[in-house]
């Protein structure tokens, strides 16, 4: 019999990962041997597995260097259009591993690290995640830097460089407990500072209307330190880059005090600058009115503005002897992509730059801020839209509010004008009758190259043994998997691909969370932040009638789940840390219970994170996606699923919409209110008693949570809870109740006909195309930004050699 093959022989039969040349291989030794010794200044003998993941990650790097190099150069001769996507947050996860997949150079590292006795996946592990974001916003930012990069847009990220990302989660006792995300403790290899292009971020002072012009004056200000990472693009030599900034206290920062208990007093309190770029806020879809969060996001947009200007000036267009250097033509080779209101603050300081400082007069400048920037909405719960205190604002921005309040007077003149009604502050909706074609609709995407090629190897592989590799650049041609739907050999296989995904994370969980994981059961999967609109209660409720179920009748042939729930709680949110604690309780009681024994297990994954979501998300079978509808804008985890081949139970919400409409809704499976069914109970008025005192299997797990069945020790612990539900729940969780359980059992009767499932799976695949980011950016690119992406390759750089 033949021996089962080891991970890297497994590995290495996969052409996805790129060529593993001899050469190839033998220079990578070569260069990694090098960096150890020069760059670590270590030799093997005393060599940690950090250092070697240092010294890999430098080789790998080297390849990087000439391509950036080339790109940008290649950008100065050609002069482009380019983009400019400003965001509070990018959610990058690790790099390692994606710049060797974007490059092809997956299979000649892993070769070259077996050779030198080394473990690639153990090396890859030791590189922190770059958490510099929340969730769904911050990680569609960082889709949408490599599609950006593998359309061959001249682009660029921009946004803060925090000294620490979003909080690690530890869970103690069944809580939430957050700790710091120190990542950068031992040093960041993808990072490269450019102090020579450090930019002054001006802060408080006065307004002085002079003759000359408005002046903003008596300021304070605050360094902005760029510092540069590489963006490669899949496979076609492009390097963007993401220019991310962090503050510095300048040299003379508070010394006017020349006694030496001032001098020292001085140097301590450049903390005070500095701490602007310290921390990201840890809200998810919720405002918090705090000074310090207004001074991050006017920083990021002022030193980004300076830059961009500065670009533009020095770009052969506007430097030019035939073409007179004319902000004027700004629209026509920059677009401004605004990431929610979070960098809105662009739109005041451009104004303040093109009139106070370059002395347009306000309709010129006016018409080239319209025409240049363009803003993404991404939620519409009114507790996540920013509101900012004037007071706080006046202080802080004050030449900012005049603009505000300018821009403001002069479009209630227009309005007057056209129609004649009274003054009020202008609504979403005036703007939109006012010019309609300004708003638009750009479904979000993921990268195939991250969550799928990066992730999932393996599925990557089978599907590329059909239909070749291109579907990786041009994911429409996941299509062409409608002709394998009944193929055997391909069924066989995608099943195939999952019982290994799953085996290797129940070994991960086994090992993590001391459970014994049933690898046959279905892996149910919600993993997204707690949130109230995201309703990981229902998801609780319907756990708690399983294992009810279960108990009822322990010998009836129940379909074995191992439902697994992750995500983060805001730390101010008493209700989602709640939410936590209650989902843990359920495990300890149902985890231990001899009667169900592997029929029902429930986890709670710790510290859910982009390089959670890479081990999670292509060993899950079904895909939790159940928020109210009318609440989830688009979500983008639920596309992650759907190319991974989970099978989704959602509402008619967000993305969900358009995932049905791709996939066939008889692929998903969809319940409960629509969003005209919400809106309905809304003027009807929303009654939970009347579900609770209706549905007796509903009662009884309110009944059971109220009561301390999960909670023996302490009774009372989820009355806040049990209240919400019972009296002021926003997102309706029991109105959903009867047809999420009934849709649960449909899923369980499918799931005991594996062939069938698998079936539904590959129709889901093979309708994922919309779901690329390439997609998305395409239509940002032509629809708004005038650009056009292309798939074309630029000149390869020699490589290190
Ligand atoms: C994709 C992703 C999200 C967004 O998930 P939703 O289910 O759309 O809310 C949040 N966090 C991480 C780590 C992700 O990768």
């Not at 920062?253 to 770029?277: M, P, T, W």
């Not at 002709?483 to 290797?504: G, T």
């Not at 890479?614 to 509808?629: F, G, M, N, W």
Request: one cysteine or more; aromatic letters at 10%.
């Amino acid at each position: 019999m033949a021996k089962p093959l080891t991970d890297h022989e497994r590995r290495k039969q996969i052409s996805v990962r790129g060529l593993a040349g001899v050469e190839n291989v033998a220079d990578l030794k070569t260069n990694f041997n090098r960096h150890l010794h020069f760059t670590l200044v270590k030799d093997r003998n005393v060599a940690t597995k950090r250092d070697y993941y240092f010294a890999l990650a430098n080789t790998v790097r080297d390849h990087l260097v000439g391509r950036w190099i080339r790109t940008q150069q290649h950008y100065y001769d050609k002069d482009p259009k380019r983009v400019y996507y400003l965001s509070l947050e990018f959610y990058m996860g690790r790099t390692l591993q994606n710049t060797m997949v974007n490059l092809g150079l997956e299979n000649a590292c892993d070769e070259a690290i077996y050779q030198l006795g080394l473990d690639m996946e153990e090396l890859q592990d030791i590189e922190e995640d770059a958490g510099l974001g929340n969730g769904g916003l911050g990680r569609l930012a960082a889709c949408f830097l490599d599609s950006m990069a593998s359309l061959g847009l001249a682009a660029y990220g921009y946004g803060i460089r925090y000294e620490f990302g979003i909080f690690n989660q530890k869970i103690v006792n069944g809580w939430q407990v957050e700790e710091a995300d120190d990542w950068l403790r031992y040093g960041n290899p993808w990072e490269k500072a450019r102090p020579e292009y450090m930019r002054p971020v001006h802060f408080y002072g006065r307004v002085e209307h002079t003759p000359e012009g408005v002046k903003w004056v008596d300021t304070q200000v605050v360094l902005a330190l760029p510092y540069d990472t590489p963006v490669p693009g899949y496979r076609n030599n492009i390097v963007n880059t993401m220019r991310l900034w962090s503050a510095k206290a300048p040299c003379e920062f508070n010394l006017k005090d020349f006694n030496i208990g001032g001098y020292i007093q001085a140097v301590l309190d450049r903390n005070l600058a500095e701490n602007i770029s310290r921390v990201l806020y840890p809200n998810d879809n919720f405002f918090e009115g705090k000074e310090l969060r207004l001074k991050q996001e006017y920083f990021v947009v002022a030193a980004t503005l300076q830059d961009i200007i500065r670009r533009f000036k020095a770009s052969k267009f506007g430097s030019t002897e035939f073409v007179r250097l004319d902000l004027a033509k700004m629209p026509d080779k920059v677009a401004i992509q605004l990431n929610d209101t979070h960098p809105a603050l662009a739109i005041p300081e451009l104004m303040r730059i093109l009139v106070d400082i370059e002395k347009l007069d306000w309709e010129k400048a006016w018409d080239i801020v319209t025409r240049t920037c363009a803003y993404t909405n991404h939620t519409v719960l009114p507790e996540a839209l920013e509101r900012w205190p004037v007071d706080l604002f006046q202080n802080l921005l004050p030449r900012h509010l005049e603009i505000i309040y300018e821009i403001n007077r002069r479009h209630l003149e227009v309005k007057r004008e056209s129609k004649r009604i009274l003054m009020r502050l202008l609504q979403f909706k005036d703007f939109y009758e006012m010019d309609p074609e300004k708003f638009q609709n750009k479904t979000n995407g993921i990268t195939p190259r991250r969550w799928l090629v990066m992730c999932n190897p393996g599925l990557a592989e089978v599907i590329a043994e059909r239909i070749g590799e291109d579907y990786i650049r041009d994911l429409d041609q996941l299509k062409k998997l409608l002709d394998f739907v009944d193929d055997n050999a391909f069924i066989r296989d995608v099943a195939k691909i999952k019982q290994e995904n799953k085996l290797k994370l129940a070994a991960h969980l086994e090992e993590h969370y001391k459970v014994k994981i049933n690898a046959n059961s279905m892996f149910d999967v919600q993993v997204k932040r707690i949130h109230e609109y995201k309703r990981q209660l229902l998801n609780c409720l319907h756990i708690i009638t399983l294992y009810n179920r279960i108990k009822n009748e322990p010998n009836k042939s129940w379909t074995p789940r191992t439902i697994m729930i992750g995500g983060k709680a805001a730390p101010g949110y008493h209700t989602a840390k709640m939410i936590i604690k209650l989902i843990t309780s359920i495990g300890d009681i149902v985890n231990n219970d001899p009667v169900v024994g592997d029929r029902l297990k429930v986890i709670f994954l710790e510290n859910y994170k982009v390089t959670l979501a890479e081990k999670v998300i292509p060993a899950a079978d079904l895909s939790e996606q159940i928020s109210t509808a009318g609440t989830e804008a688009s979500g983008t985890g639920n596309m992650k699923f759907m190319l991974n081949g989970a099978l989704t139970i959602g509402t008619m919400d967000g993305a969900n919409v358009e995932m049905a409409e791709e996939a066939g809704e008889e692929n998903l499976f969809i319940f409960g209110m629509r969003v005209e069914d919400v809106e309905a109970l809304d003027r009807k008025g929303y009654d939970a008693a009347s579900y609770y005192n209706r549905i007796p299997e509903l009662k009884q797990a309110m009944d059971q949570i109220s009561g301390g069945f999960f909670s023996p020790d302490q009774p009372g612990l989820f009355k806040d809870l049990v209240n919400m539900l019972m009296h002021h729940d926003r997102f309706k969780v029991f109105a959903d109740y009867e047809d999420y359980i009934k849709c649960q059992e449909k899923v369980d009767a499918l799931y005991k006909d594996p062939k069938e499932w698998t079936k539904k799976v590959i129709h889901n695949i093979a309708g994922c195309g919309k779901f690329s980011s390439d997609r998305t950016i395409s239509q940002y690119a032509r629809e708004i930004w005038g650009m056009e992406p292309s798939l074309e390759k630029i000149a390869a750089p020699d490589d290190p050699r």
